[in-house]
Nanobody, 121 residues
Framework: VQLQASGGGLVQAGGSLRLSCLAS????????MDWFRQAPGKEREFVAS????????YSADSVKGRFTASRDNAKNTVYLQMNSLKPEDTAVYYC???????????????WGQGTQVTVSS
């Protein structure tokens, strides 16, 4: 499955952004979808995941209560709603697809190109 992320940008602390990731090429509903992020000089880390149906989601402790993953299978799109943004959320955000409902980077089968999110203080 091919993935294309969009929606990043510059936002002030406390603001909100919604990222989107459009999938193509395979049956989208066969894949659980994840969001990861990578800040300069740091390893890529898990952010949030949504299962094949969109019913089950979970988020990393660092973003719990602020970020939520969701999906629209009719539109082949997964979203990451980010609220109450902090400067430490600044990173390149990647969407990823896996046939497992997992937060492990090694379980991801396809990656989007990344979209930059910058949060100013």
């Amino acid at each position: 499955v091919q993935l294309q992320a969009s929606g990043g940008g510059l936002v002030q602390a406390g603001g909100s952004l919604r990222l989107s990731c459009l999938a193509s090429g395979r049956t989208f509903s066969n894949y659980a979808m994840d969001w990861f992020r990578q800040a300069p000089g740091k390893e890529r880390e898990f952010v949030a995941s949504v299962d094949w149906s969109g019913v089950n989601t979970y988020s990393a402790d660092s973003v719990k209560g602020r970020f939520t993953a969701s999906r629209d299978n009719a539109k082949n799109t997964v979203y990451l709603q980010m609220n109450s943004l902090k400067p430490e959320d600044t990173a390149v955000y990647y969407c990823a697809a896996s046939r497992k409902f997992s937060s492990w980077l090694s379980d991801m089968e396809s990656w989007g190109q990344g979209t930059q999110v910058t949060v100013s203080s």
